[in-house]
């Protein structure tokens, strides 16, 4: 099925680095001089291995077995033609927060955005993209957010959902300000430094429930932000869950809303309940859609989440979440789709809005 998903602004997409070699040509003379000497070869972080078969749906691999995402050409002809797609946002997943140096980790975040914008934007007007950003430094962070904000084509700040700490943190509130500052959107993705387990009750041995658990990163960040008042303090700012799953949301929005209640003396500057903060500043893509088994409960779970404004559409190319061209899980409102597939993305992404007669530019 081709018309449900035409013409859409896909809010998860994945360029994949070929190799650090790609890479070279944008770092300067010393950081490229100390790659190659010490034989840096990549930094790959992937939610699937890049073994799996989830890593790529069978259509969408190049017929010369490189690895998912890193062709142009083949994202073009795999999505954005036959979706229609007209505007897709690049999210590039590469292991830039795991280091331990945090100025290799700008050297390299400086080197990946420049690649994205010349090796991706310029080639396709259809192109978006994340701003990657080293959050081992705030303040080197808030540099390259700064750098990068000039350039109308990146769209948000992108973070990974289990890093060194709880994004509420007041460390990290500069890097939100920044994000803020320059109507930004803050995008979460599944994910991982590696450097705590993956659960809370340690390392699992599977990665089912690697996958699985990432939804309790999400839900552990989604507190922290609201907890430790991010949205009370930066009441501009907007957060969009990547690959994040969303049918687990409404279960935890009456959760943290109960629990509010009875504790809210110990945080006074979230002054309403944590469900309508959440709806009012969090976005959630739709792949990977959980949908429930039964396709008419999926209009419950939906009306439970309560907010029409809060899905945003996505493929997740190349990843194998569904078959064929419609991305839609079996039971969507039909009434929902075309607020999903565009209005949803226009109202998150400043920076995708036709800009009106007598308003300013970002």
């Known amino acids: 099925m081709r018309a449900p998903t035409l013409g859409g602004i896909d809010c998860d997409v994945h360029p994949a680095l070929p ?12 950081w490229r001089a100390q790659v190659t000497a010490r034989g840096i070869d990549g930094l790959d972080l992937m939610c699937f291995p890049p073994g799996a078969v ?5 259509d969408w691999r190049s017929a010369d077995g490189r690895r998912p995402g890193t062709s142009l050409a083949d994202l073009q002809a795999h999505v954005l033609d036959p979706f229609g797609t007209q505007t897709a946002i690049l999210n590039c997943l590469y292991g830039i927060e795991g280091l331990g140096n945090e100025y290799l980790a700008v050297a390299l975040a400086r080197a990946l955005n420049d690649w994205i914008a010349a090796e991706w934007l310029d080639r396709d007007k259809r192109l978006r993209a ?3 950003i080293p959050t081992q430094n705030p303040e080197l962070a808030v540099e390259e957010i700064e750098r990068r904000a000039g350039d109308p084509r ?3 700040v992108m973070v990974l959902a289990m890093g060194d700490m709880p994004l509420g943190k007041r460390l990290l509130w500069p890097i939100w300000a920044a994000a803020e500052r320059h109507g ?3 995008a979460i993705h599944a994910g991982t430094t590696a450097h705590h387990a ?9 990665h089912l429930e690697d996958y699985v658990t990432t939804a309790h990163a999400f839900q552990a960040q989604l507190l922290s932000l609201v907890s430790e008042g991010v949205f009370h303090r930066h009441p501009r700012l907007t957060v969009v869950l990547l690959e994040s799953g969303f049918t687990w949301l409404p279960a935890f929005l009456w959760r943290a809303n109960k629990t509010w209640r009875a504790m809210r003396a110990e945080v006074p500057w979230v002054d309403r309940p944590p469900a309508d903060i959440i ?24 009306d439970q989440l309560g907010g029409e404004q809060m899905l945003l ?17 079996a039971g969507f409102p039909a009434a929902l789709r075309r607020r999903v597939l565009v209005d949803n993305a226009r109202a998150t992404y400043p920076r995708l809005r036709p800009v009106q007669q007598g308003e300013a530019t970002a």
């Open 313 to 329: 559409f996505s493929t997740d190319y190349p990843h194998w979440h569904f078959e064929g061209c419609d991305a839609f899980p």
């Open 184 to 186: 930004l959107p803050l």
């Open 54 to 58: 989830a890593h790529g749906r069978a």
């Open 130 to 132: 994340s701003i990657i």
């Open 198 to 206: 993956t659960t809370s009750n340690g390392w699992p041995s599977y």
């Open 154 to 156: 990146f769209v948000q």
């Open 19 to 30: 190799g650090m070699a790609a890479l070279l040509p944008y770092l300067d003379d010393n």
């Open 279 to 302: 709806r009012a500043h969090v976005r959630v893509t739709l792949q990977p859609a959980d949908a429930p088994p039964e396709p008419r409960d999926l209009a419950h779970v939906l």
